[in-house]
């Protein structure tokens, strides 16, 4: 039984690339939005400042929109500006404090990388969603560790939503829809496509959306 809650979200978790110009960040974020079910704020390169900066540069687009926005790593800046959730990996600090202190209803996301149990504890301490990846070598982060299918097919998995990233294209994203994904979470394969919009809509369709 792979009986899916049909309330689930689905589709294209957008990760924004490591953009140091607001503007041309907005440009590149503003044609491909239309097609992504949720947006994560990722800058690994950006100092404090920019990140808040592209930050409140990008949540009057994503409202606009109606994409909810994510905020990678800092749940207190998420917090501070009204995002509308965060999500944190094994060095971002505890999932049961962002819990504690964001408004009811936030989208917590927890890195779980290639391991059910990270998911249980995640989801105890208040994750909303959970991650799993890398399914394949990824251009973004090479030194990714690398998840099996097998992880999204896992029965016992928390009711919520399952996240697939790494490496994942048009392509190979249809895989890890079959075996249980609900979102695919992609930075290159958009942002470094040629026509990054019709490689959005691709995702998409691997959905049947
Ligand atoms: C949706 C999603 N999944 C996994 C990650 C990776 O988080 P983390 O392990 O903290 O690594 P960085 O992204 O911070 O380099 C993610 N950001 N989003
Ligand atoms: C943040 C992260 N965590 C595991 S792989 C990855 C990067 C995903 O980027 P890409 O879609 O370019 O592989
Ligand atoms: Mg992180």
């Excluded at 995002?83 to 404090?97: K, N, S, T, V, Y």
């Excluded at 819990?99 to 989801?123: E, F, I, K, Q, W």
């Excluded at 190979?172 to 079959?178: D, F, G, M, P």
Aim: hydrophobic share 45%; aromatic share 6%.
């Amino acid at each position: 039984m792979n009986a899916r809650p049909p309330d689930r979200p689905r589709g294209l978790y957008l990760l924004t690339p490591d953009e140091p110009d607001t503007a041309q960040l907005l440009a590149r974020v503003a044609p491909v939005l239309p097609h992504a079910t949720w947006l994560q704020y990722r800058n690994k390169r950006a100092d404090a400042g920019v990140r808040r900066a592209q930050l409140v540069a990008l949540l009057p687009l994503c409202r606009a929109m109606g994409v909810p926005l994510i905020v990678n790593d800092d749940w207190r800046l998420a917090a501070e500006l009204g995002a509308d959730g965060a999500h944190l990996g094994e060095d971002d600090g505890a999932l049961a404090d962002a819990r504690a202190a964001m408004p009811p209803g936030t989208l917590l996301g927890a890195s779980c990388y290639d391991d059910a149990a990270n998911a249980h504890r995640a989801v105890d301490a208040g994750a909303s969603y959970i991650a799993f990846g890398a399914f394949f070598p990824s251009p973004t982060k090479p030194a990714a560790r690398i998840a099996t299918k097998a992880l999204l097919r896992d029965a016992s998995l928390p009711p919520v939503p399952r996240v697939a990233i790494g490496g994942i294209t048009p392509d190979n994203a249809r895989q890890l829809v079959a075996a249980g994904a609900d979102l695919v979470a992609v930075i290159s394969g958009v942002f470094d496509a040629r026509h990054p919009a019709s490689a959005a809509r691709a995702y998409r369709a691997a959905f049947d959306l």
